[in-house]
C-alpha cells in the first residue's frame, strides 16, 4: 500500500469545553500566584532569547555540554518533548533518525533497532542489542519500555556500541531517559488535552524544596486513547492504550557532603494493540477459513468494507498486553571533595498478560475445527493464544567521578545486576491440529558483575585522549516444562534446562578529540560491544535444539567520525557523524546441521553476521530571535554480511515449487531444506532515509497579555522490510507525515493554549501487519484453490486528527 493522501474524510471537531474546563481553575490560581512572585514565571531575558538553550549529556556518567562529547547523540528535551506532544517511546521514534521499532504480534514482542541493528528474534531468553536505561537504572527487558513516557527532563539517543559504560544489550546503542530534577523552588505544572478521536490525557507534577534540607516531587499522568480500529463484534475500538503512570522523588540532605534521593514509581498500561486488519482477500466469494465450510468469509467477515484502508475487524478476543511496573530506585551520593561517590540501587518488578485472536474471526472456529479423525472438534470457542510474564530485575552500582577540572577526568565503578523472568504460554487447543497447540512455563535468568572505567586526558590545550575499558561475567541460564494445552491441566511432558553458565567480556572504547575552535570540535571514536548468551525459549524447543543451548554471544564493533560545531554566537548548532559498525554472530531463528550428525534443524543460532554504515545529522538554528528551526536526518546502509542458508518466503503460483526465484528447493548443501542466500540483503526496519524537520515561530502581540506561536513538524522515512527473509509483501511503503499546531502562551509563562492538527494530509500508513490473516480457501472439499490476503496495522496517526490542549504552571 502506497501511502496516498487519500479523500478526505468528515472530521467533526467535538467540543473541549470538558478538557479546558479541567484547568481552568489552576490557571486562575497559577496567574494570582505570578502576580505574587513574577520572578518565579518571569519570561526569558533578551540575552536567552537570542541564544540557544545550552544542552547537556551525561552519556559518559557526569554531566557535560552536548558539543563537547566524542559521540554521536540526539538529545530530545522536554521542550521538545512537549511540542511535539509525545507521550510514548514510539513517539519518540519520530524524532530520533537512528532509532526504529521492530512491531510484534504483541508488544511484548516490538523490538528497538539502532541504525538499522536490533533483535529480530525476540523472546524471554534473548537480551536486546538496544538498552534503555531510565536514571541510571537499566530496563530488565527492552520491551518494558513501550509505556507512557511521564515528568521526562531529556532523553539521549547515543549510538553505536556503548558496553563500555552501559553494560552488556547495548551492542548498538542505548537510550538515557532522565527525569526531571527534584530540587529547586516549589513550582507546579499541569496540562489536559483532548483530540477529535477521543484520546485524552491530564498530567500534573508538583515539587521542589520543603525544607532547608529536604526536597520532594510528585508527578502523576493518565493517557487513554480507544483506538482507530472498529471491532464491530462488540461496537468498539481497539489498536489503543491506555496508561496510568505514578512517579515520585525524594531528596534529603543531611549533611553539605551527602544526598540520599528515593524514588518510587508505578504504572499500569492496557493496549489492545497489534490487530491484523484485512486490506484484501482474493477471491473473497466462496473463501473459507481453513477450508472449512461452515466458515465462509461472507459470514465471518458480514460489514466489513474491504480495501486499502479499511479500519473494521471481527474479533471476539482481545490481542493486546496489560502490564505492572513497580519499581524502587535508591541514590546515595557522597562529595569527598576531590572524589564524587555514588550508590545507585534499583529493584523492579514488571507483570504482564499477552492475549492474541488467533483466528482474526468471531466465530467459535473450534466448533469446526477438525480432530486428528477427521470429525469436529465440537469445542465452542475460539483459537486463542495466551500467557503472562514476571520479570524481576535488581541492580546495584558503585560509582567515582573525578571533579570536571583538570587534564586528567576519570570515572570508574562496580556494577551487578540481576534479571529473573517467567514466562507461561499457552496456545490452541489440545488434539486440535489447526491451532498448533502447545503450552510452556519457562524461566531465564542472568547474573551481571562488572568493573568498568573510562578517562580523558588533555594532551595538549585543544587535543583531548579518551580511552575506556569494561569488564564483564555473566551467569545465565533456563528451565522449560512442555506440555499440552488445555483444556487438561498443564502436565508437564518435557523437561529442559541448562543452568550456570559463565562466560566474561571485555569491552573497550578510544576516541582522540580536536578543538579547532571554542565551538568547533572534531573527533574519532572506535568501540566495541557484547550481548550475552541466548536461549530458545520458544514452543519448538526440542530435545535435538535444547541439547545446543545456549547459542553464541554477539559482538561489535565500530568505527566513527565527527563533527561538532556551535556558530553565530550560540544561534546555531550543527552535529554530524559517518560510521560503520560490524557485528558478529548475530543471533537469529535459522536453519542448520546439528554438529556430528545429519540431521537439519531451525532454530535461534548465530548466523555469520550483520553490518550498518552511514551519515546523520542533527542541526538547530535560532534563525531569528522568535523563529527555532531543528533538522535531524539519517542516510543508513544495514545489511546482512553473511547467511547463505536463510528461510525462504512463499510465492502463491510461482514456478519456482510455490517459492521466491532465489530459493533452492530442497538443498542438498542444507539437509534438503529450502534456502536462500541473503548475504547483503537489507535488514529489516532498517529505513535507509529519515529524518525530522520542525520549526517554531513566536508571534509577538504588543498590547496584549499573550502572545502567539505557530509550530510544525515533518517527519519521513524511505520504504522498509519487515522481515529479514526479504518477503516484499511485509513490506512498508515510504512516508511522509506533517502536523501542525498554534496557540496562544502567557507572556508571564503561566498557561499555554494549543491547538494541533496531526496528518494535516491524512497520508495513511502502517508499520507492521502484513502478515495476512489465517489461511483461506475458495473451495470445500478438494480441490482447493488457495485464496490471498492482505493486511495492516494502522499507526496511531494514520488517520487525520486534530486535538486541543491547556499547559499551565503555578
Keep these: 500500500?502506497?501511502?496516498?493522501?487519500?479523500?478526505?474524510?468528515?472530521?467533526?471537531?467535538?467540543?473541549?469545553?470538558?478538557?479546558?474546563?479541567?484547568?481552568?481553575?489552576?490557571?486562575?490560581?497559577?496567574?494570582?500566584?505570578?502576580?505574587?512572585?513574577?520572578?518565579?514565571?518571569?519570561?526569558?531575558?533578551?540575552?536567552?532569547?537570542?541564544?540557544?538553550?545550552?544542552?547537556?549529556?551525561?552519556?559518559?556518567?557526569?554531566?557535560?555540554?552536548?558539543?563537547?562529547?566524542?559521540?554521536?547523540?540526539?538529545?530530545?528535551?522536554?521542550?521538545?518533548?512537549?511540542?511535539?506532544?509525545?507521550?510514548?517511546?514510539?513517539?519518540?521514534?519520530?524524532?530520533?533518525?537512528?532509532?526504529?521499532?521492530?512491531?510484534?504480534?504483541?508488544?511484548?514482542?516490538?523490538?528497538?533497532?539502532?541504525?538499522?541493528?536490533?533483535?529480530?528474534?525476540?523472546?524471554?531468553?534473548?537480551?536486546?542489542?538496544?538498552?534503555?536505561?531510565?536514571?541510571?537504572?537499566?530496563?530488565?527487558?527492552?520491551?518494558?519500555?513501550?509505556?507512557?513516557?511521564?515528568?521526562?527532563?531529556?532523553?539521549?539517543?547515543?549510538?553505536?556500541?556503548?558496553?563500555?559504560?552501559?553494560?552488556?544489550?547495548?551492542?548498538?546503542?542505548?537510550?538515557?531517559?532522565?527525569?526531571?530534577?527534584?530540587?529547586?523552588?516549589?513550582?507546579?505544572?499541569?496540562?489536559?488535552?483532548?483530540s477529535t478521536d477521543n484520546e485524552r490525557r491530564v498530567r500534573v507534577s508538583y515539587g521542589g524544596d520543603v525544607a532547608e534540607n529536604l526536597s520532594l516531587r510528585i508527578a502523576a499522568s493518565s493517557n487513554e486513547f480507544p483506538g482507530n480500529v472498529n471491532n464491530l463484534t462488540y461496537g468498539s475500538k481497539v489498536n489503543g492504550s491506555n496508561g496510568r503512570t505514578f512517579m515520585g522523588k525524594l531528596a534529603w540532605r543531611p549533611t553539605e557532603q551527602l544526598e540520599i534521593e528515593l524514588s518510587p514509581r508505578y504504572n499500569h498500561t492496557d493496549t489492545t494493540c497489534c490487530v491484523l486488519v484485512p486490506t484484501s482477500l482474493t477471491p473473497l466469494q466462496g473463501a473459507l477459513l481453513s477450508n472449512i465450510k461452515q466458515l465462509p468469509a461472507t459470514t465471518l467477515l458480514a460489514g466489513i468494507d474491504i480495501g486499502p484502508y479499511n479500519r473494521d475487524i471481527r474479533n471476539d478476543a482481545k490481542t493486546g498486553l496489560a502490564s505492572s511496573d513497580t519499581g524502587l530506585g535508591l541514590r546515595v551520593t557522597y562529595d569527598m571533595g576531590n572524589l564524587l561517590l555514588t550508590s545507585i540501587t534499583s529493584a523492579e518488578n514488571y507483570k504482564a498478560e499477552d492475549s492474541r485472536d488467533q483466528d482474526f474471526v468471531d466465530a467459535h472456529t473450534l466448533l469446526y475445527y477438525p480432530l486428528a479423525n477427521g470429525k469436529p472438534a465440537g469445542v465452542d470457542q475460539g483459537y486463542l493464544q495466551y500467557g503472562t510474564y514476571d520479570i524481576k530485575s535488581r541492580t546495584q552500582e558503585f560509582r567515582l567521578t573525578s571533579p570536571d577540572t583538570g587534564k586528567l577526568r576519570y570515572v570508574a565503578g562496580f556494577f551487578w545486576a540481576q534479571n529473573v523472568i517467567d514466562r507461561h504460554f499457552v496456545r490452541g487447543y489440545n488434539g486440535i491440529a489447526l491451532t498448533t497447540p502447545s503450552a510452556y512455563i519457562g524461566n531465564t535468568y542472568n547474573r551481571n558483575t562488572a568493573l568498568f572505567g573510562q578517562a580523558s586526558y588533555a594532551v595538549a590545550p585543544s587535543t583531548t585522549v579518551l580511552a575506556g575499558l569494561r569488564l564483564n561475567r555473566q551467569n545465565s541460564g533456563y528451565v522449560m516444562d512442555m506440555g499440552a494445552p488445555p483444556p487438561g491441566d498443564f502436565v508437564a511432558t518435557s523437561h529442559f534446562e541448562s543452568r550456570g553458565n559463565n562466560e566474561n567480556s571485555t569491552t573497550g572504547k578510544l576516541s582522540l578529540q580536536q578543538q579547532f575552535t571554542p565551538g568547533l570540535m572534531a573527533y574519532v571514536t572506535g568501540a566495541t560491544g557484547y550481548k550475552g548468551k541466548a536461549y530458545d525459549i520458544t514452543s519448538s524447543l526440542n530435545a535435538q535444539t535444547a541439547a545446543q543451548q545456549p547459542v553464541a554471544s554477539e559482538s561489535g564493533k565500530t568505527f566513527e567520525v565527527g563533527l561538532k560545531g556551535n556558530f553565530l554566537q550560540n544561534r546555531m548548532t550543527l552535529n554530524m557523524a559517518a560510521f560503520k559498525s560490524t557485528f558478529s554472530n548475530y543471533q537469529q531463528n535459522s536453519g542448520n546441521y546439528l554438529p556430528g550428525t545429519t540431521t537439519y534443524v531451525t532454530r535461534l543460532n548465530s548466523i555469520g553476521g550483520v553490518q550498518t554504515h552511514g551519515i546523520e545529522a542533527d542541526l538547530a538554528a535560532l534563525v531569528t530571535p522568535d523563529f527555532l528551526l531543528n533538522v535531524s536526518l539519517a542516510y543508513t546502509i544495514a545489511t546482512v554480511t553473511d547467511w547463505k542458508n536463510a528461510p525462504c518466503y512463499n510465492v502463491p503460483n510461482s514456478p519456482n515449487g510455490g517459492y521466491n526465484a532465489e530459493c533452492v528447493l530442497k538443498n542438498p548443501a542444507y539437509g534438503g531444506t529450502n534456502t536462500q542466500d541473503v548475504s547483503g540483503k537489507p535488514m529489516p526496519n532498517a529505513p535507509k532515509v529519515k529524518g525530522n524537520i520542525s520549526g517554531r515561530y513566536d508571534i509577538p502581540l504588543a498590547g496584549m497579555s499573550f502572545n502567539g506561536f505557530v509550530s510544525a513538524d515533518l517527519r519521513f522515512q524511505s520504504k522498509v522490510l519487515t522481515n529479514i527473509n526479504q518477503d516484499p509483501t511485509l513490506g512498508a511503503p515510504g512516508y511522509s507525515i506533517t502536523n501542525l499546531r498554534f496557540g496562544m502562551k502567557d507572556k508571564s509563562g503561566v498557561y499555554e493554549l494549543s491547538f494541533m492538527v496531526n496528518n494535516l494530509f491524512d497520508r495513511h500508513y502502517a508499520n507492521t501487519g502484513f502478515t495476512g490473516f489465517g489461511s483461506w480457501s475458495s473451495k470445500a472439499p478438494n480441490p482447493v484453490v488457495n485464496v490471498t490476503s492482505t493486511t495492516w496495522t494502522p499507526a496511531r496517526d494514520a488517520f487525520r486528527y486534530g486535538a486541543v490542549r491547556l499547559d499551565v504552571k503555578f
Design 1 to 194: 500500500m502506497r501511502p496516498i493522501e487519500s479523500a478526505r474524510p468528515k472530521h467533526h471537531l467535538t467540543a473541549v469545553t470538558g478538557a479546558v474546563a479541567l484547568l481552568c481553575s489552576l490557571c486562575a490560581a497559577a496567574q494570582a500566584q505570578s502576580a505574587a512572585a513574577p520572578a518565579a514565571a518571569a519570561s526569558a531575558t533578551d540575552g536567552d532569547k537570542n541564544q540557544l538553550e545550552k544542552v547537556v549529556v551525561t552519556a559518559n556518567k557526569r554531566v557535560e555540554r552536548l558539543e563537547s562529547v566524542p559521540l554521536a547523540i540526539t538529545v530530545i528535551g522536554s521542550e521538545a518533548i512537549e511540542r511535539s506532544n509525545a507521550r510514548s517511546f514510539e513517539d519518540i521514534t519520530s524524532l530520533a533518525p537512528a532509532l526504529t521499532i521492530t512491531y510484534g504480534t504483541t508488544p511484548a514482542n516490538n523490538g528497538i533497532n539502532m541504525r538499522g541493528i536490533g533483535t529480530s528474534s525476540i523472546g524471554i531468553g534473548v537480551e536486546s542489542d538496544v538498552s534503555v536505561v531510565v536514571d541510571d537504572i537499566p530496563l530488565g527487558m527492552q520491551f518494558m519500555a513501550f509505556q507512557d513516557l511521564s515528568d521526562v527532563d531529556r532523553i539521549e539517543v547515543i549510538k553505536g556500541p556503548q558496553s563500555t559504560l552501559f553494560g552488556k544489550a547495548s551492542i548498538a546503542g542505548a537510550v538515557n531517559i532522565t527525569t526531571k530534577p527534584v530540587a529547586g523552588p516549589l513550582r507546579g505544572s499541569a496540562s489536559a488535552q483532548y
